[in-house]
């Protein structure tokens, strides 16, 4: 159904196929995006935790036990986990099937 003059027009969702006024073509509703960005969430905080994990065992291996330097392993457990998490969170946004 064609739009009055300045309304955006019902265009439908890239996946579900429900008719979205202001959507652009190809994009996601709410709710798809919604689901998309949970899936995504849950993908990243797997990845993060292995990667986590392994940079946790080569600090607690490798580094000598001094205090110092067993704090710089630390915050850099913390930082891998933090940056993994967001890189394979966006990702997963682009490479999860819609």
């Given at each position: 159904?064609?739009?009055?003059?300045?309304?955006?027009?019902?265009?439908?969702?890239?996946?579900?196929?429900?008719?979205v006024?202001g959507?652009?073509?190809?994009?996601?509703?709410?709710?798809?995006?919604?689901?998309?960005?949970?899936?995504?969430?849950?993908?990243?905080?797997?990845?993060?935790?292995?990667?986590?994990?392994?940079?946790?065992?080569?600090?607690?291996?490798?580094?000598?036990?001094?205090?110092?330097?067993?704090?710089?392993?630390?915050?850099?457990i913390?930082?891998?986990?933090?940056?993994?998490?967001?890189?394979?969170?966006?990702?997963?946004?682009?490479?999860?099937?819609?």
């Amino acid at each position: 159904m064609p739009s009055p003059g300045g309304w955006a027009p019902e265009v439908p969702c890239a996946r579900c196929e429900r008719r979205v006024p202001g959507l652009a073509w190809g994009e996601l509703c709410r709710e798809c995006r919604a689901e998309r960005t949970r899936r995504a969430a849950g993908v990243a905080r797997r990845v993060a935790l292995a990667a986590t994990t392994a940079v946790g065992l080569y600090v607690a291996l490798v580094t000598p036990p001094v205090p110092l330097i067993r704090v710089y392993g630390i915050v850099a457990i913390l930082a891998t986990y933090l940056l993994v998490r967001q890189i394979v969170h966006r990702v997963a946004m682009e490479l999860l099937p819609r």
